[in-house]
T-cell receptor, first 115, second 115 residues
Framework: AQTVTQSQPEMSVQEAETVTLSCTYD???????LFWYKQPPSRQMILVIR??????QNATENRFSVNFQKAAKSFSLKISDSQLGDTAMYFC????????????FGGGTRLMVKP | ETGVTQTPRHLVMGMTNKKSLKCEQH?????MYWYKQSAKKPLELMFV???????ENNSVPSRFSPECPNSSHLFLHLHTLQPEDSALYLC??????????????FGPGTRLTVL
């Protein structure tokens, strides 16, 4: 079974600064995908960024980028130029490559962006 | 309505009641999912339906009974629940459950309280 751990229950960052959210995972699979989801206070969860384990290049989506360290089983999310709208719960998630789209989530990190 | 909608948004029920949660997706997807989000546990996948067929039951107690009459609608029938079943129940959909590249789109959730 896979496990996903987010060791930072809460974080805060000043507007316009950079913050990094940590995620580690445990798996014996070689083919898998990793995700960061954002759940704003309105509760609708949205996908932020995705990383395929077979790709060495770190994924980026505008102000969001990941640091994927496969050997260390680490998958951190960096948010640059933080905005007030980035305030949300952030969930790291794992999916096996042949698992029928089944996500395993971490416990989440609550991020507060301060003006 | 667009995206994934869920009704009701809030539900309070006694342990002897029978109630149902409804999810509807307007995205033309073929896969639908139920997740449970408890205060003290990571988001947990409960059920997966792909083309109206249940493809995953994540060891969910029988007091939760899913129903997927068509690819656009998903229900979760509840009966004789326990207080520990109080949680946010999230519905999601994706194009199909066989392709990990298919993003899951989430609804806003139903906040369930069992008294």
């Amino acid at each position: 079974a896979q496990t996903v751990t987010q060791s930072q229950p809460e974080m805060s960052v000043q507007e316009a600064e950079t913050v990094t959210l940590s995620c580690t995972y445990d798996t014996s699979e070689s083919n898998y995908y990793l995700f960061w989801y954002k759940q704003p206070p309105s509760r609708q969860m949205i996908l932020v960024i995705r990383q395929e384990a077979y790709k060495q290049q770190n994924a980026t989506e505008n102000r969001f980028s990941v640091n994927f360290q496969k050997a260390a089983k680490s998958f951190s999310l960096k948010i640059s130029d933080s905005q007030l709208g980035d305030t949300a719960m952030y969930f790291c998630a794992f999916m096996k490559g042949n698992a029928g789209n089944m996500l395993t989530f971490g416990g989440g990190t609550r991020l507060m962006v301060k003006p | 309505e667009t995206g994934v909608t869920q009704t009701p948004r809030h539900l309070v029920m006694g342990m002897t009641n029978k109630k149902s949660l409804k999810c509807e997706q307007h995205l033309g997807h073929n896969a639908m999912y139920w997740y449970k989000q408890s205060a003290k546990k990571p988001l947990e996948l409960m059920f997966v339906y792909n083309f109206k067929e249940q493809t995953e039951n994540n060891s969910v107690p029988s007091r939760f009974s899913p129903e997927c009459p068509n690819s656009s609608h998903l229900f979760l029938h509840l009966h004789t629940l326990q207080p520990e079943d109080s949680a946010l129940y999230l519905c999601a959909s994706s194009q199909d459950a066989g392709d990990p590249y298919n993003e899951q789109f989430f609804g806003p959730g139903t906040r369930l309280t069992v008294l």
